[in-house]
């Protein structure tokens, strides 16, 4: 089985500012890489799929990147509405595998 | 629009069994694979089990592998999981979610199992 391990835990940003997010995974999985955010009491929602596909609706400041192991969420210039915990998960192997979940707070 | 509604959560006694359900709509089902995803309380997600979508083929997590079993009714539009053999670590909202090139796509909004004595 593929560990997901992200990072940090909790990253908390100012309004307009960058927030990085980091996804490894124990072995390689190509570009089978998707992001999900999942907000306060709602199911997760499909965010970048591909390591760098937005899915539809999702906006402009959201972007993907990273191959094989090393994968990187960044939120260009963060808004309230992003307040949520994003989740990584490979489809590149059975059984697919979620990250732990890193929470953005807004600071 | 797609709309995935589960329903089936329930309290349920250690060992027992219970069976959940997914109403879809707003899409052509039979030609999607579909997915159970759960989440424990204050976790995160653990994707459990999928189907192809002519219900021939499925994939299962080790940990629900032999007591979870995952079905679905094209002609009603459904899909099921079957879980026997519950334990309380089974306690979880559990989603279903649309494969979209095997990417969860779209999810429902969620069903509670708790699994407690």
């Known amino acids: 089985e593929i560990v997901m391990t992200q990072s940090p835990a909790t990253l908390s940003v100012s309004p307009g500012e960058r927030a990085t997010l980091s996804c490894r995974a124990s072995q390689s999985v190509s570009s089978k890489l998707v992001w999900y955010q999942q907000k306060l009491g709602q199911a997760p929602r499909l965010l970048i799929y591909?390591?760098?596909t937005r899915a539809s609706g999702i906006p402009v400041r959201f972007s993907g990147s990273g191959f094989g192991t090393e994968f990187t969420l960044t939120i260009s210039s963060l808004q309230s509405e992003d307040s949520a915990v994003y989740y990584c998960?490979?489809?590149?192997?059975?059984?697919?595998?979620f990250g732990q979940g890193t929470k953005v707070e807004i600071k | 629009e797609v709309q995935l509604v589960e329903s089936g959560g329930d309290l349920v006694q250690p060992g027992g069994s219970l069976k959940l359900s997914c109403a879809a709509s707003?899409?052509?089902?039979?030609?999607?694979?579909m997915s159970w995803v759960r989440q424990a309380p204050g976790k995160g997600l653990e994707w459990l089990a999928n189907i192809k979508e002519d219900g021939r083929v499925k994939y299962y997590v080790d940990s629900v592998k032999g007591r979870f079993t995952v079905s679905r009714d094209n002609a009603k539009n459904s899909l099921f999981l079957e879980m026997n053999s519950l334990r309380v670590e089974d306690t979880a909202v559990y989603y279903c979610a649309r494969d979209d090139e095997s990417v969860h796509g779209y999810w429902g909004q969620g069903t509670l199992v708790t699994v407690s004595s």
């Open positions: 591909g390591v760098s």
């Open positions: 998960q490979q489809y590149n192997n059975w059984p697919w595998t």
């Open positions: 707003g899409f052509t089902f039979s030609s999607y694979w």
